[in-house]
Structures are given as C-alpha cells and as structure tokens.
T-cell receptor, first 113, second 112 residues
Framework: DVKVTQSSRYLVKRTGEKVFLECVQD?????MFWYRQDPGLGLRLIYF???????EKGDIPEGYSVSREKKERFSLILESASTNQTSMYLC????????????FGPGTRLTVT | KQEVTQIPAALSVPEGENLVLNCSFT??????LQWFRQDPGKGLTSLLL?????REQTSGRLNASLDKSSGRSTLYIAASQPGDSATYLC???????????FGTGTRLQVFP
C-alpha cells in the first residue's frame, strides 16, 4: 500500500512566522504535490516536483516555496505566514507518467493567528 | 481553461438507495479522471481511476463511467450505506501535464 504521511495533523502559528510542512512517501514516487483546500474553492495546486531538486509552480504559488532534497520528502515552506494562509494543506504523490493516479496524505490543518 | 463541476453539491438519502453522482469537465483533452472520497477533516482516498481510453471502472459497489466526448463522468453507488457518508471529489488529469483539476465535490449523507 502506498503511504503518504504529513508531519502534523494540526498546526497553529502566528502571523509572520516561518512555517514548514513536511510530507514523506514510501513508494519511490517521482512526483510529489502540495495542494491547499478551502471551502467553496476546492483543491488548488500550490507546487509540484517531478524529481529531486526539481519543482514547478502550480496555480497559487505566491507566498510559498518548496524543497525536495530527497526523493521521498517534499517540504512546503511559508516564508512569513499570513492569516489568509489558514487552510487545509494536502500532500500527494504519484509515479511519473500520465496514466498514474495520485495518492494523498491525511492533511495538515494550519491556522495562522 | 479546464473547469470541473460536480452536481449536486449535497445529497441526503436513506440507506439502501442507489445513487448517481455527476462530474462534468469543459475540455475533453484529458489523460484520465479520478474519483476520491474525503471524510471530514481527513485526506483524500482514491476510489477509482479511469483512463481516457476507458469507458468505465468498477470496484465493489462503485462503478464510474467516462464519456470523454461529452465531458462527463458519473459515479454510481449501489445499495448505499451510512458508512458511505463523505464528500466525493472528481479530478481530471490535464493533457500534457501531471496536474489534476478538481471539482468542488458532492457531500453525501446516507441515513439509516
């Protein structure tokens, strides 16, 4: 079974803090993704990575950066957290290739106060 | 720009009913379509994946169909149970990318 884990289920941070969200997958997947999910807006892609040290911007990359130093780990970084980044953050992974499905982690509920 | 719509937004039915959830997309240039289930406050669980060349996929009481030319997919749930209560999301993989575009989901409640 594919397993995607995220470092925290719930996180509360203050405005202006630097925040790290970690995602680890154990199936040797090439692709990894970060989404945020908001009521009425659905899931939106922030960044994705198709290989170690490779990344591409998604639909809403502003205010975020990512790091992928090892194949199994993909980090999302909020350089200076703001209240409008309060959201559910979901990580996913997949094999490379158009036909493969994405597998999701349990999510991190981030609240910025 | 690809847009994905799910109707209805919410559905409440008694146990035992057969259900159809709808997903429509505006651009037929897709690699595949994936149906997910999401329980409150949790991540997404993949239910079914239909490749663009396929017409349907089945898993237990679930059957998903795809009509790419008309931009539609349906998820059929047979003999619904209270444990089926969740939000169901569909997503299409856009041609020439690895990106998924999601619908906003159908929130299903099955009551005993």
């Amino acid at each position: 079974d594919v397993k995607v884990t995220q470092s925290s289920r719930y996180l509360v941070k203050r405005t202006g803090e630097k925040v790290f969200l970690e995602c680890v997958q154990d199936m040797d997947h090439e692709n990894m993704f970060w989404y945020r999910q908001d009521p009425g807006l659905g899931l939106r892609l922030i960044y994705f990575s198709y290989d170690v040290k490779m990344k591409e911007k998604g639909d809403i990359p502003e205010g975020y950066s990512v790091s992928r130093e090892k194949k199994e780990r993909f980090s999302l970084i909020l350089e200076s957290a703001s209240t409008n980044q309060t959201s559910m953050y979901l990580c996913a992974s997949s094999l490379s290739g158009r036909s493969y499905e994405q597998y999701f982690g349990p999510g991190t509920r981030l609240t910025v106060t | 720009k690809q847009e994905v719509t799910q109707i209805p937004a919410a559905l409440s039915v008694p146990e035992g009913e057969n259900l159809v959830l709808n997903c429509s997309f505006t651009d037929s240039a897709i690699y595949n379509l994936q149906w997910f289930r999401q329980d409150p406050g949790k991540g997404l669980t993949s239910l079914l994946l239909i490749q663009s060349s396929q017409r349907e996929q089945t898993s237990g009481r679930l059957n998903a169909s795809l009509d790419k030319s008309s931009g539609r997919s349906t998820l059929y749930i047979a003999a619904s149970q209270p444990g089926d209560s969740a939000t169901y999301l569909c997503a299409v993989k856009v041609w020439n990318t690895d990106k998924l575009i999601f619908g906003t989901g159908t929130r299903l409640q099955v009551f005993p």
